[in-house]
Nanobody, 121 residues
Framework: QVQLVESGGGLAQPGGSLRLSCAASGFTFSSYAMSWVRQAPGKGREWVAGIYFDDSDTYYADSVRGRFTISRDNAKNTLVLQMNSLKPEDTAVYYC??????????????WGQGIQVTVSA
């Protein structure tokens, strides 16, 4: 059974940082690209960042490029999103998502349960 479990969310001030982690199990983690997506209050789900299956490249939405960093540790089946220079508009529920293949396509077959990130003074 595929399981994706996010952790590390919470409250941060504007300009602050948070680090999200995703523990993956139930599939060959190192064979798939992974992404982070988010859903802000009253909005649809938005793709945020993705990482190639072997950690060879990363991809970012324009809204977070330069502030967020996606990474993975295939030996530990862990996906990470380091979020710096946070803005109030980053407030959302963040989801760890398994891509369909080795490339980042913003197309998924599994999501985690989601974790709240709130950015407020």
């Amino acid at each position: 059974q595929v399981q994706l479990v996010e952790s590390g969310g919470g409250l941060a001030q504007p300009g602050g940082s948070l680090r999200l982690s995703c523990a993956a199990s139930g599939f060959t983690f190192s064979s798939y690209a992974m992404s982070w997506v988010r859903q802000a209050p009253g909005k649809g789900r938005e793709w945020v960042a993705g990482i190639y299956f072997d950690d060879s490249d990363t991809y970012y939405a324009d809204s977070v490029r330069g502030r967020f960093t996606i990474s993975r540790d295939n030996a530990k089946n862990t996906l990470v999103l380091q979020m710096n220079s946070l803005k109030p508009e980053d407030t959302a529920v963040y989801y760890c998502a398994k891509e369909l293949g080795t490339a980042v396509q913003a197309t998924y077959d599994y999501w985690g349960q989601g974790i709240q990130v709130t950015v407020s003074a």
